[in-house]
């Protein structure tokens, strides 16, 4: 009881810190207090998304670990429950997934002139929500259960397997527009060496604050699918 | 579109906002699940 009220304060204070930081911290040229950002030339104020848009793609890819790690311990133990908590961490996945793309067009409308532009960044996540997006039509499409989850829990492992290539390699190595790819040797303040101590502050405590509200969100949503599917099983 | 183009920091308000919807949609989400749940309970 008490831990958990500890992590839903720490939620609320860190998040809360995240936004007035994050939105409001000035940019200046030279860096002299610890709340000082400093400007990059070509993104100015537009850095400023990487404190809510890169937490989005991270939780994405916990998301859908959990999803793995999940299809793993069904496959072992055959529990139902263990197919539901994989299934809630798809949901809150495709979600955030979701999220990661809008936010990024919007800003590449902004940075680069176009919503959209298939991107080294933008394609890999598009091939990404194909992927997840087929996994819910095939459990729409399977009616017995078990044999749903199992096919889920498969899916869900093999889809992983791409996800590190997806998030971390393909966009870093090839050349591209978005900040961090393999030809940005200027601007963009992806890369913990070009990003100064008070940015990676906030953005690292933007991705631990944001880990917590995963982890709240994920718990909601498993604990009430399985005791859905319990009630209705119970009296049937 | 001007407006956004000078005052940038709009957008970054902009994408929190995104952000905040998406949350809340996963909050209705479950909602409507309790709901049944709760109709459920209900029946019998």
């Known amino acids: ?236 | 579109m001007n407006f956004l183009q000078d005052n940038s920091i709009y957008i970054v308000l902009i994408i929190t906002l995104i952000i905040w919807t998406g949350i809340f949609l996963l909050l209705l989400a479950t909602d409507k699940r309790l709901k049944e749940i709760e109709k459920e309970l209900k029946e019998q």
């Open chain 1, 1 to 236: 009881m008490k831990i958990d009220f500890f992590w839903k304060g720490l939620l609320y204070i860190l998040m809360s810190f995240v936004i007035i930081g994050g939105i409001s911290f000035p940019l200046v040229t030279e860096v002299t207090e610890w709340y000082h950002f400093p400007f990059i030339p070509g993104l100015g104020e537009q850095a400023k998304i990487i404190f809510f848009h890169v937490p989005t793609s991270w939780l994405a890819t916990i998301s859908f670990l959990m999803a793995m790690i999940f299809g793993i311990k069904y496959l072992r133990s055959n529990n139902l429950d263990d197919d539901a908590k994989s299934l809630a961490a798809l949901q809150i996945g495709m979600v955030f997934v979701i999220l990661a793309t809008v936010t990024g067009s919007l800003w590449a409308k902004f940075a680069w002139g176009s919503f959209w532009h298939w991107d080294p960044r933008e394609t890999s996540i598009f091939v990404l929500m194909l992927i997840y997006g087929s996994l819910f039509a095939l459990r729409s499409a399977v009616e017995n259960e078990d044999k749903r989850a199992k096919l889920s829990a498969v899916y869900s492992i093999i889809s992983f397997l791409t996800v590190p290539f997806f998030v971390f390699i393909m966009p870093r190595i090839m050349a591209g527009l978005h900040p961090g790819s393999g030809s940005d040797d200027h601007a963009g303040p992806v890369l913990e060496l070009k990003m100064n101590g008070n940015m990676q502050l906030i953005f690292f405590l933007s991705l631990f604050a944001f880990s917590i509200l995963y982890f709240w969100l994920w718990n909601l949503t498993y604990k009430s699918i399985i005791i859905k599917d319990k009630l209705s099983k119970k009296y049937i």
